[in-house]
């Protein structure tokens, strides 16, 4: 495992040839799930030092332990791997105020930045790793020439730490960048935007958890946006969005063609959460108009995308159409049958097609692409929520009222033979 003859620069070969095989797994896994190449790793180079760092510290421990019981070395193995993936989390966190990786949404996880599941898979890599492959490429590289070895460890080292100041310098103008979006989400341009998120593209890809950490915050900076609107006019919308107040007629000018169109019509036959999808889609629609003409955005498009982002003639709760088989997701396809039935009877600008396409964000993956688009999500999940809220509790009001009658009828004396 270890040969106390080899000078230091064995080790540094060692350690790049590790960092070099972690990038391939690390490349592997990304692309083929993305469906594309991804540079994956901190560097810009063909390096993930967190693989070479492990395997050292493995080996060290195997060095260690070697007349110790498998079992033991096995759970040393997993508790080491595990401290060295919380710690780094730990640091990038800390330092760059940046979530590499996030374990969140797995069982068994601490503090997002460690789970059961990826343990055990890193613990049996370990194994695998100091049995099979540590001895056959320490026995190759311990027969290189010396000198040819410590030529190959200088460059290296030279070229790593060249790679590491520049990929620092990136992570932090990442993290610069995302601050100025944040802060200046409302006074940039579509374009503008996609600009500056297509500069760190490569980091988004390799840590697919910083797509979250971006759509996270620029979510937040619009619902304090759009909360500090609501609180003066919610009673005014909300009179108007249940009849009690004519819409206005700039609205009705807006969307009149979608309202009048006798397919779409359809959609007052299928019950949403305590409406049609008819009233659920038109009231979206409408508040996503108010809050997109108050933020001076395309409240055009805005209404029309969220009049059409729930066109689909089904029933949700129990469906087994053409359109949804029984077997699959309402959730995650409604959203694309309901921009092909769009495409269908109406012509659709990319605003209000990546609208439907994209008002289930989170649950479906890619995130909006326009400001807009953020605008009906919100929209649509926080009436959905009022819905819910509003249905539960007639229920709870329902069943209180029929326990009041029935307690009524028990205190009613039966009259005396």
Known sequence: MLDHNLNFFYYIVLFALYCFVGWIAEVIYRSVSQRKFVNAGFLFGPFIPIYGVGAFLVVVLEYALQDWPIAVRF????????????????????????????????????????????????????????????????????????????????????????????????????????????????????????????????????????????????????????????????????????????????????????????EFRKLKEYFHHNSSIYSHVHDVAYLSYRISKYLKLDYRSAARGALLHDFFLYDW??????????????????????VTNAKKYFSLNDIEEDIIRKHMWPLTIVPPKYKESYIVSFADKYLSSREFISEYKKRIEARRSKKDASRRGKDIPTAEP
């Open 317 to 338: 709760r129990n469906h087994d159409a053409p359109d949804l088989p029984r077997e699959k997701f309402h959730g995650l396809e409604h959203p694309k049958i309901a």
């Open 75 to 262: 759970a040393a193995f997993g508790l080491l791997i595990t401290l060295l993936e919380y710690l780094v989390g730990y640091l990038s966190e800390k330092i760059f105020k940046l979530t590499l990786w996030n374990y969140s949404e797995c069982r068994f996880n601490l503090h997002g930045r460690v789970c059961l599941r990826f343990s055990l898979l890193w613990t049996l890599l370990a194994l695998a790793f100091v049995i099979f492959i540590h001895p056959e490429a320490f026995r190759r590289v311990a027969s290189l020439p010396a000198g040819l070895v410590q030529i190959a460890a200088i460059v290296f080292m030279v070229y790593f730490w060249i790679d590491y100041t520049f990929s620092v310098i990136s992570l932090a103008a990442f993290r610069k960048g995302v601050a100025y979006l944040y802060e200046e989400y409302f006074n940039l341009s579509s374009l503008e935007i996609e600009d500056i998120l297509k500069s760190f593209q490569r980091l988004r890809e390799a840590f697919p958890d910083l797509n979250t950490y971006v759509n996270s915050h620029i979510n937040r900076r619009i619902k304090i946006k759009i909360d500090s609107y609501l609180k003066p006019v919610s009673e005014k919308i909300f009179q108007e969005l249940e009849g009690r107040k004519p819409f206005e007629a700039e609205y009705y000018e807006t969307v009149r063609d979608i309202l009048a169109h006798e």
